[in-house]
């Protein structure tokens, strides 16, 4: 999206998100698969705690078969400025529990998971006027160093030159 494009949309939203897909599992069974059942339970006690008012919103979210992932997204900024005083809150406090119960702290990818989460809980909470835009990668793929390049589209033929590359190595 061009940066006319994204200032058009934002005349009309205050969010453009990525398109997500539709998963085969709940959230709650996705997140609890891929973190822990308890570690989710951590960030629920936070929301819980800080942001009461939200816990419905949750328990909804946490059924559905879908979530904003990747925490990809533009906006406004008083609108985004709100959303992260809000996540980092309940983020800063579900690391702070998970200190408490194992004296570590959290790796910053299960935090990121929450945050793929939480972004979809917020968006409904708050009735956030949003637009979903296709998110691709259209950077060129380096062939000769396919280790540094993630996601990017490729052509059939590109797919079995990289095949080719990789079993020469």
């Not at 835009?133 to 793929?141: D, L, R």
Request: proline share 2%; aromatic share 12%; glycine share 4%.
């Amino acid at each position: 999206i061009s940066v006319e494009k994204v200032e058009d949309i934002l005349k009309e939203c205050d969010v453009i998100v990525k398109k997500s897909k539709v998963w085969d599992r709940t959230n709650y069974k996705m997140f609890t698969g891929m973190l822990t059942e308890e570690f989710v339970g951590l960030m629920t006690d936070s929301i819980r705690e800080l942001y009461p008012e939200y816990m419905d919103t949750l328990n909804r979210y946490m059924e559905l078969h879908y979530h904003m992932n990747c925490n990809m997204f533009i906006g406004k900024k008083q609108v985004i400025d709100r959303y992260c005083k809000w996540l980092f809150d309940i983020l800063q406090d579900t690391d702070r529990r998970y200190a408490l119960l194992t004296g570590d702290r959290c790796h910053n990818r299960e935090l990121g998971y929450l945050g793929e989460l939480l972004f979809g809980v917020w968006l409904e909470h708050n009735n956030i006027n949003y637009r979903i835009y296709s998110a691709v990668n259209t950077a060129p793929f380096d062939i000769e160093h396919p280790d540094k390049t993630e996601n990017v589209l490729m052509t059939p033929a590109e797919l079995i030159r990289l095949k080719l590359v990789m079993r020469g190595r």
